[in-house]
């Protein structure tokens, strides 16, 4: 496994601003080595598993996008201080002069759980505290399973939720007073101190979002959407769909709409989309040929939504009014999960055709990119508080599921 991941891994040098513009902390620099750093994105520059670059690899990151930096060779420049996993300066030397401080961005997507589990990675939450909690997608239908596992260490091992059984959880949340809601085949729970959970919906739960006034949605697969009443555990149905509740989500605005993705027959059918601004009438808004696995919402409010269709054919939608809907180009994946980060990024998780996926990137600008092939499918994906991402996976030939997790640092060129 070790040597297989070091495909895996990508180093990515580039700017943060959105413009894209390396940035010139002095002047007085003249020709030199600054005026051959020319490219305003590096884009990737290696492929490997590695805590830090060597020289080499720096080298090759400036002569990939540079072709005035072709007779650049290590010769040219020494480290000022040892690199590190963020950053490191270059000084010219020889026949260039002049400084560069680079910071830069390493994708190591390596598995960190030590545990082995009965089924397919299918959810995760970060608590504030750094507790993480996953739940199972467990395909032998004919047992019963522990399917929720908490982790205190930040995802080495995990201890199983014994009170929560059954075949899969479908979505995990917390509110704002730190309980924890878990969305099962078997039922909807509740949890105040993150270990013991008591049973509040005997259903088949499919998804759950809280909106601005802290009421609990609740969307079931038999088409039911519920939601929170102000008496403690208590919830009222409010209308009943026509197809399973894969998805909901909430755009906090002026309008505060609240979004409900359905799958009508699971899995091979057709999807719909809606959408209630009082959360009393609802209108359609979506009518796709796929299963609505997931909706989110980015900061800038644009809306993505993810879909499903047998061997890989899905695809995302995206709209900026939420009214009007296109579908992302080169996407052509069934898509499991969306993770929008704090620039309007989003991170897609992937089946390309049976227990295969992978992990990609659409920035706010529509470019799309590959973030790491990974040899399951990408079921499920969450961000920490550090901005680091987690990719929850499932079974596949002689792969078990497991979690992967890189760290996203934000990056600028200075010279």
Not at 42 to 65: D, F, M, R, T
Not at 214 to 239: C, D, H, P, R, T
């Amino acid at each position: 496994m070790k040597n297989l991941l070091k495909i895996l891994g990508i180093i990515v040098l580039t700017s943060t601003t959105s413009t894209n513009v390396i940035a010139c902390n002095n002047q007085s620099f003249k020709k030199k080595l600054n005026e051959i750093i020319t490219t305003t994105n590096l884009e990737k520059i290696y492929v490997g598993q590695l805590e830090k670059p060597n020289k080499n690899q720096i080298l090759e990151a400036i002569k990939s996008k540079n072709e005035s930096a072709s007779d650049l060779n290590e010769n040219d420049f020494q480290f000022q201080n040892n690199p590190s996993a963020t950053h490191v300066n270059i000084i010219g030397i020889g026949k260039y002069q002049g400084e560069l401080n680079l910071t830069y961005q390493i994708n190591n997507f390596k598995i960190i759980t030590k545990n082995k589990f009965s089924g397919d990675i299918y959810r995760m939450l970060w608590t504030n505290d750094n507790n993480l909690y996953i739940g199972l997608i467990c395909w032998n239908n004919n047992e019963k399973n522990n399917i929720l596992f908490k982790s205190i260490d930040k995802g080495k091992t995990f201890q199983p939720i014994e009170n929560i059984i059954g075949i899969q959880v479908n979505s995990i949340i917390i509110d704002n007073n730190k309980n924890i809601w878990v969305a099962s085949d078997n039922g909807l729970y509740e949890s105040t101190d993150g270990n013991n959970f008591i049973k509040i919906i005997n259903d088949n739960i499919r998804s759950l979002i809280i909106d601005n006034n802290e009421n609990i949605w609740v969307g079931a697969n038999n088409g039911i959407l519920y939601k929170s009443l102000l008496i403690k555990n208590q919830f009222k149905k409010i209308k009943n769909f026509n197809g399973a509740i894969w998805s909901l989500a909430f755009k906090s605005n002026s309008k505060n709409i609240l979004y409900i993705g359905i799958a009508i027959s699971g899995y091979s059918g057709n999807g719909e989309l809606y959408t209630s601004i009082d959360r009393i009438n609802f209108q359609k808004t979506l009518n796709i040929n796929n299963e609505v696995t997931n909706v989110a919402i980015a900061p800038n409010g644009t809306i993505y939504v993810g879909t499903y269709n047998s061997y890989g054919k899905g695809n995302l939608y995206k709209s900026i009014d939420g009214i009007n809907f296109t579908i992302v180009n080169r996407i052509n994946y069934s898509v499991f999960s969306l993770v929008p980060d704090n620039n309007n990024n989003v991170y897609i998780g992937t089946e390309l055709a049976v227990q295969k996926g992978k992990i990609l990137k659409l920035d706010n600008e529509n470019n799309l990119k590959e973030t790491f092939g990974i040899f399951t499918t990408a079921w499920c994906l969450t961000i920490d508080s550090k901005k680091n991402i987690y990719a929850g996976t499932g079974v596949a030939r002689n792969y078990s599921p497991t979690i992967y997790e890189s760290e996203f640092i934000n990056i600028i060129i200075y010279y």
